[in-house]
């Protein structure tokens, strides 16, 4: 790294010298503090930028004539003899787990998703023009080069991402099996109800690679997924036959809704309707998880959990309140600690990752 600065520092040396010999031998006496601040340092700035960039132009050009000397001429994006070689950052796809090793003069442009870098030497992010350390995250539209003397590894921390590599490198491992999803990373405490929910296919992403943990459960998402889990009985769901004022019949969501109220795992919300976009609150989510156990799976529902421990306990509704006492009971709901206290937050409204949560434990300890 120090040889990547030496050209900066220099230059920068360079013109404080060419300025003080100026002063010295001109008869304008001392050099004024605005036209210093103001004109003069911003040009040594410049200088030593240029120079610098220029200086790790010059280190990724003579490692990548190195490098190929020693595997072969190569062709973007073809197979050198200890792993692949690019001539440009072009896109490319990555996914959760992958290992790339990346040697002196490498680079890489981070675009999508999440990745970390490890190293024994010097990485710099070219775009913030400072030096990585060991173990950090890369930033999202950053370019990266390996220092001299240095071998990298980027290692792919979520389900899917995209990543341009410029120079020779290798890749290894992979989990092929994780949801392929660029907002669900390894250090997320939803991650593996997230896959789960996945591979199960009991969720589907709200795109292609695209998860959305954050974002809201409808009451009528939550019918969809209940189906799923149900095995999708297509015979259940073309013979419900039910009316609803609030879901019309050419709705996505109508035929899981009809399926839902006629096995019973939901009454709607009164007076014949069923409120389709509301958001569903934690209780709402154990109440349909209850009736789904209880009422389609026919299951004797044991004794539930005393809720004296929770301080919220008077926030749970008494239609809801038989539901979470045995969803707790049953592990389904942990509540949530804070400073020792406990609270069960059930009006709270409900994200994907949280149902996600919920729906895995139901599955793995009751169905």
């Known amino acids: 790294m120090k040889k990547f600065l030496r050209p900066l520092v220099l230059a ?6 060419a300025a003080g010999a100026y002063a010295a031998v001109s008869g304008d006496g001392p050099v004024s503090l605005s036209y210093l601040v103001e004109n003069f340092m911003p040009q040594v700035f410049r200088a030593g930028t240029e120079a610098a960039y220029g200086a790790l132009e010059d280190t990724y050009d003579t490692a990548k004539s190195t490098l190929d000397q020693v595997h072969g001429q190569v062709t973007s994006g073809g197979s050198v003899a200890s792993g ?3 001539d440009t950052l072009q896109r490319r796809e990555w996914y959760d787990g992958q290992r790339i090793c990346l040697s002196t003069g490498s680079g890489a442009l981070m675009l999508e998703g999440y990745a970390a870098v490890t190293h024994n030497g010097a990485v710099v992010d070219v ?3 400072t030096e990585v350390s060991s173990g950090a995250a890369l930033n999202a539209n950053h370019r990266y080069l390996v220092g001299e003397d240095t071998t990298a590894y980027i290692t792919i921390q979520s389900g899917y991402a995209t990543m341009g590599v410029q120079g020779s490198y290798t890749v290894e491992g992979g989990n092929t099996a994780a949801a392929p999803f660029l907002d669900v990373k390894q250090s997320d405490w939803y991650y593996a109800p997230v896959n789960y929910v996945y591979e199960k296919k009991l969720f589907s992403g709200m795109s292609e690679h695209t998860f959305g943990p954050k974002e809201p459960m409808t009451r009528a998402m939550l019918t969809t997924v209940l189906y799923q889990l149900a095995g999708a009985p297509a015979g259940e769901m073309a013979s419900a036959d ?11 969501y109508a ?17 014949g309707t069923f409120s389709p976009n509301m958001q569903v609150t934690r209780e709402q989510v154990v109440v349909m998880l209850y009736s789904f156990a209880s009422n389609y799976m026919g299951m004797s529902m044991g004794q539930g959990a005393d809720l004296n421990a929770y301080q919220d306990r008077d ?7 038989e539901a979470m006492a045995w969803a707790v009971a049953e592990g389904v709901v942990s509540g949530a600690s804070n400073g020792g206290v406990l609270t069960l937050n059930p009006q709270y409204n409900a994200n994907r990752a949280e149902v996600a949560t919920m729906l895995r434990s139901f599955a793995e300890k009751i169905s």
């Open 12 to 17: 920068v040396a360079f013109v404080l010298l």
């Open 84 to 86: 692949q070689s690019s």
């Open 127 to 129: 775009t913030a023009g």
């Open 242 to 252: 039910v009316s609803l004022s609030d879901v019309p019949a050419s709705a996505w």
């Open 255 to 271: 035929p899981y809704v009809k399926w839902a109220v006629s096995q019973e795992v939901t009454a709607g919300t009164g007076n």
């Open 315 to 321: 926030k749970v509704s008494s239609w809801a309140q």
